[in-house]
Each structure stands twice: as C-alpha cells, then as structure tokens.
C-alpha cells in the first residue's frame, strides 16, 4: 500500500503517532513490512561471523525491531481504546501472524545460541550490573518461551502461542460485545427514583449515545456501581446486576466458557511441554512468589478473617434491610444498595455528598501536584495535537530542577462503547537509551472508563474512582520516571507481582489530607472539603473491607486453583466454577468481583493468568512501604521518596525486585502491614 502512515516517518510532535492518518487497512501491509524487517535484523545478529559479544547480541537484540514496536504499539492501544468493527476484523486477522512472529523470535535458535554461550560466562565478561541483568533476562525469557524445545516438541509450541493468540481475541472481543450490547432504558419517573444528579446527568449521555429518550445505564463500572448503591428500584438493580454478572456467556455466539477452557488446556499442554507440573508452576517462575505455595500461604493468611469480617457485614445489612421492612435475603444487587445506607448510619458519610469534591480535572491536578511534590516533576498540558480521540489529552512532564522533558503522558478517562471495560496504563514507546534515534524519552498513556457529564458539567468521580485514577497514574509514573539505558529492563517491564507496587502506594496520597484541601473543591460552590467530611473518610476506610477483600481473593484462589487442575483436557468452566464457589465458601451475597466469563484479566492475554494474587502480593509492599512515609510524620518525606523513586521507578527491571524493596524500605516488608491496613489484623 502507497502512503502508508505507519510505515512513514511520523514528523510529528514528540513522534506520536499520525492517528489521524491511520486507518484500519493500514495495519496488515504495516506489519508484513516491519515484520520483515525484524527478521532481517534478528537473522543477522545471528549469523554475525564475529564471536558473540554484549554489544553485538544482547544490546543489538535489545534494540531490534523498532519498527514492529512502534506499529504494534498504535495497533495494541487502539484495538483496546478506539476499536471499530473494522479494526475488530483486523486484529482478528492480524493476531496470529503476530503471535507466529514473537513465536519465531523466541524459537530462534541462532540467537539462543549466542546468548547461551554469554549466560554460560557471564562472570567472566566485565558487565556492569544493568548489562548482565539484561544478559540473564533474556536467557530465562528464551528458555520460558521454548528456545530449549526440539523437533515436535518445538513445532507444537509454535502451534498452541497461535492459536492461544487467536482465542485471546476471541475472549476480549466477546466481552466487550456483550457490554458495548447491552443498555437498561429508564423510561419513566419511578425508574429514576433514589438515583443523585451525577448519576442522572451520565445516563442522559448514555441515552443520547444510544439514540434513546430520557436515561439509560450500560455495564460500565462507573454506572453499575453507582446504581446498585441509590436505585430504590430492587427489580432494576437486579436486572442490572445480573446482566453485568453475566458478561461473557449473554448469548451463545459470544459464549466465553468455551474459549476460555481451550485456553486452560493448550495453557496446560504448553506448560507440560516445557517441563512443568502446570501452568501455575510455569507462570510462577518468573515472579517474587515463585511458587503456588507461596502465594497460597499470602491468600490463607487473609481469606478466613475476610469471610468472617463479611459475614459481619451481611448481618449488619440485613438487620438495617429488616427495620426497613425488607424481608427477604440480602442479595449481590442489593449489598451496595444496604451498605451505603449503613455508611451514612455508622459515619454519617454519603457518597452522593462526597461525589461533588471530586471533580475530575481537579482530581487531575491533584495527582500532578502529588507527583510534583514527591518526584520534583511539573505537568504541561499541550493542546491542539492529533490523538486517537477528541477526549485525551497530552501532558508534558518536565523535570523542575532543569525543565527537561522527561515523557509525555497521555490521560483518556472516559467510557465508550469502542474502549473496553476496566482501567490500564500502556505506552507508545517505552523509555531506552539504547533506541538509537534520539527519542530516549517514552510516551505513556492512562485508560480509564469514567461515566462523561453532559457538556457543560463536571465529571465527579466517586472515592473509588479517584483511587483508580491515582492507581493507573501509579504505574503511569513506573513508565514516566523509568531511567535505564536498555528496552528490555525499562519501566513497567518488571515481575508481575512487583508491577503494582507502583500503582498501589500511590493510591494513598490521592486521599492525603493536603492534597484534599488544595483539590477537593465543591462542584458547585466552590468551598475545598472540610476537615470533618476528611476526618469521616478516614474513619471509614476499614469500611465494607470484608466483602471487599472476599471479592477480590476468591478470584485469586480461584485462578490459582483454575491453572493447577489436575484434569485440564476435560476442564467445563462453568461446572468448575460452581464447585471452586462451594468448596472456598464464597457467599453468595458478594460472589466474585470477576466470574470466569469475562475475567478479561485471566483470559484476554497471558499477563495475569495464574497471576491474578499479585495485587496482594504487591498490597504487603505497599502497606509497609507507605507505612515507612507515615512513620516518618511526612507523607512527602523527600528522602523516602528520592529513594522510592531511584530504587522502583527509576529502576525498571535493573534489579531483582526483593533487593530494591530492600534498598527502598530498609528492610524485607512485613505482612502485618496488609491486615492493619484492610482492618483485618
């Protein structure tokens, strides 16, 4: 194809991407184009007659395939945040070619040789630390994806990363399908009823979206939550929840259940292939748990006194539920509905109260200052550059002490139907001094799916919602202030149980009393929050922990469990479902915050599977790390933050993560910190 915008040169501001050039039929002649060009690199650092050096191997693979990076980045963040039907066919299309590409790479056995033959005298080559972290990445990172394979074994690993490769899309395209699909219409006055004005004023949006009069709601968290919390309407909330629950198997031609079991079974083949017991084994390899044992031994430590806190609050709820004349069990649709009204009872906090302080621009602001105050770094937005879609927005972020530019971070917060569900950070180019092209700097972008206000308004974001917002500007900052020479050890590119670490402590500073007054600041009146609605916020945080924690540790235990069947050829996700339901006790009031069939992050890609645990595992961090601020009376203490920054942010995946946590706190971190901080201690 002549003209191809990704194939160009992007003479663009900062090299972003000409988004508003490219078209979903650029993409298959892109990638056949770069792909080629990768092979050629790679085949040449292999053939070099020159005995395999660093800089020759490791370096020069660490730098390859530019041009893949960069078109697969555009193509990876819009097929997740700007997608069509035509950019649905073409990842349908596109993904197993991709698949069979990284799979070539990894089975290169002229490269594994020549990295072999390094990793064998490693000791003896004179590498700095960062050189033979990279050296001994790239060894284990071949030898996780089969370079050690031979003859069918090899063939049939190549095999299943495609066809894995194609049920992953299959999975997340259903999913979202099912989402984008459904629409509650609120067509009178009594289907309103107990709903706030944020909540109305983004269900008149969602019906204006949808071509509909009056209000809708869609599967959108923003919306769900919201409304399972204030509809006085039971018969609506259920209707609500049990199409949200049901995500994923709504319908038989995007029934998830099936695809999500023939990735269990090729997941457990692949494993075995490679010499491990399960996927579980094999997933763990590469993490700081190491073993399942390990995680199981975290998840026990916390799941009991979680059922035990949240059985604890179902009786609170139904004995408000029953003095209120409801005589019924409480249910899933109705745990939000009785728990905010026994919030408002216990601490005399309202969300609907609170919602007006926290308006999202400001809430923004908010997390730049935070980040300003602990990193030395200012934020600049930049108008009337091309994005992906009118409603993000690019900031530079400028070092203070001499105005360098240190990345450009990209914030796209609302929801739509061509942006699935949930919240990420991703990038477009990842910081590295070893690129060659003299763009060392990389260019982040945070994803969230806040419900708009109307035109005019501002969007308010709920309590969880700031935490969201602050959580992905937390690993947003992982690949803002990454500092390190090679691609490879850059940013978020570290284990998967140490990459929340980032986005988990800087939740904290998003409700830090400081930033609250200067940034909470009525939508309406313009009055910062008193002392009296932070106090309440405060006192309320150990608040709903229970069913909190159940929700999220069951899925957990359940994945965990999931990637150790001892039988997974004959696995029905439904059945197994049912029965790892039973057999942990999970109540049936709460359930799991992800069900099987649209557990995105189990099933839409590899990164979390047997993996979900890790949010915990990086929680102890967090808990102690940020306990380590507030011991120090300054939650902006700059030492702790000059050395949070230089030891995690900085350092991508320079070092093994136990000795930067290390080098950080002082010391190993304590799991007691976890209890204190979800009141479960």
Not at 134 to 154: M, N, P
Not at 587 to 612: K, T, W
Request: with cysteine; glycine share 6%; net charge negative.
């Amino acid at each position: 194809m002549n003209n191809n915008p990704l194939l160009d040169t992007w003479e663009t501001v900062y090299r972003l991407p000409p988004f508003n050039l490219i078209k979903a039929e650029h993409y298959a002649p892109a990638f056949e184009k770069v792909m080629a060009e990768h092979k050629a690199e790679v085949d040449a650092i292999a053939a070099n007659p020159e005995a395999p050096t660093f800089e020759n191997t490791i370096a020069a693979l660490d730098r390859s395939g530019q041009g893949y990076r960069r078109v697969a980045g555009v193509f990876f963040n819009l097929t997740a945040s700007e997608t069509s039907d035509a950019l649905q066919a073409a990842e349908r299309d596109l993904m197993p070619l991709v698949a069979a590409h990284d799979t070539w790479l990894s089975l290169h056995e002229g490269i594994f040789a020549r990295v072999h033959a390094l990793y064998e005298k490693r000791a003896d080559l004179g590498l700095n630390p960062e050189q033979l972290r990279l050296l001994e990445r790239f060894h284990l990172d071949y030898e996780l994806q089969g370079a050690l394979l031979k003859g069918d074994a090899r063939k049939r690993y190549a095999e299943i990363a495609e066809e894995l490769a194609t049920l992953y899309t299959t999975f997340s395209q259903a999913v979202l399908g099912d989402e984008s699909a459904f629409c509650l219409h609120l067509k009178n006055q009594s289907d309103l009823a107990g709903l706030p004005d944020f909540l109305l004023d983004a269900a008149k949006g969602v019906a204006a979206q949808k071509g509909l009069d009056g209000h809708a709601v869609n599967l959108s968290p923003s919306m769900v939550e919201p409304f399972l919390t204030y509809s006085e309407r039971r018969d609506l909330r259920e209707k609500l929840w049990r199409a949200f629950k049901a995500r994923g198997e709504s319908c038989a031609e995007r029934d998830t259940r099936p695809v999500a079991a023939a990735i269990i079974r090729l997941r457990d083949e692949m494993a075995k292939l490679l010499g491990y017991k399960n996927y579980a084994d094999y997933a763990l390899v590469d993490r700081m748990a190491k073993t399942p044992a390990a995680v199981d031994t975290l998840l026990s430590r916390v799941w009991e006194p979680a059922k035990a806190r949240a059985a604890q609050e179902q009786a609170d709820l139904e004995k408000l539920a029953a003095a209120e004349g409801f005589s019924g069990p409480i249910m899933g649709w109705d745990w939000n509905y009785y728990s905010e009204k026994v919030r408002q009872q216990r601490y005399n906090l309202d969300e609907a109260e609170l919602k007006p302080y926290f308006q999202l621009d400001n809430m923004l602001a908010a997390m730049f200052e935070a980040a300003g105050r602990l990193y030395n770094i200012s934020f600049k937005e930049i108008k009337g550059v091309p994005l992906h879609h009118p409603d993000a927005r690019l900031f530079e972020v400028l070092d203070k002490a001499d105005g360098r530019l240190v990345g450009v971070y990209l914030s796209d917060n609302f929801t739509r139907p061509t942006k699935r569900g949930g919240a990420w950070m991703s990038e477009f180019r990842e910081q590295s001094r070893n690129r060659g092209d003299g763009f060392a700097y990389p260019i982040i972008i945070n994803n969230n799916n806040f419900a708009k206000a109307p035109e005019g308004k501002a969007t308010l974001l709920s309590l969880d919602e700031v935490r969201t917002l602050f959580h992905e500007f937390g690993h947003g900052l992982h690949g803002l202030l990454s500092d390190v020479t090679y691609s490879r050890l850059a940013g978020t590119n570290v284990l998967r149980d140490f990459v929340e670490l980032p986005s988990q402590i800087n939740e904290h500073w998003g409700l830090e009393t400081s930033i609250l007054k200067q940034f909470a600041l009525h939508a309406q009146t313009g009055k910062p929050i008193s002392d009296e609605l932070i106090a309440k916020i405060k006192e309320s945080e150990h608040f709903n922990q229970g069913f909190l924690t159940v929700q999220y540790t069951s899925c957990a235990l359940v994945d965990m469990a999931l990637h150790q069947h001892p039988n997974p050829a004959t696995v029905d996700i439904a059945a197994f479902e049912k029965t790892e339901t039973e057999r942990l006790g999970i109540p049936a009031a709460v359930g799991m915050r992800h069900r099987l069939p649209q557990f995105r992050h189990l099933f839409a890609d590899s990164g979390y599977a047997a993996g979900y645990y890790v949010y915990m595992w990086a929680e102890v961090l967090d808990a102690d790390g940020f306990e380590a601020f507030e011991q120090s009376g300054d939650v902006f203490n700059p030492e702790l933050a000059a050395k949070f920054k230089k030891f995690v942010l900085s350092a991508g995946n320079t070092m093994d993560p136990a000795l930067a946590y290390r080098a950080f706190r002082g010391r190993d971190p304590e799991v007691a910190a976890l209890l204190r901080a979800r009141g479960l201690a």
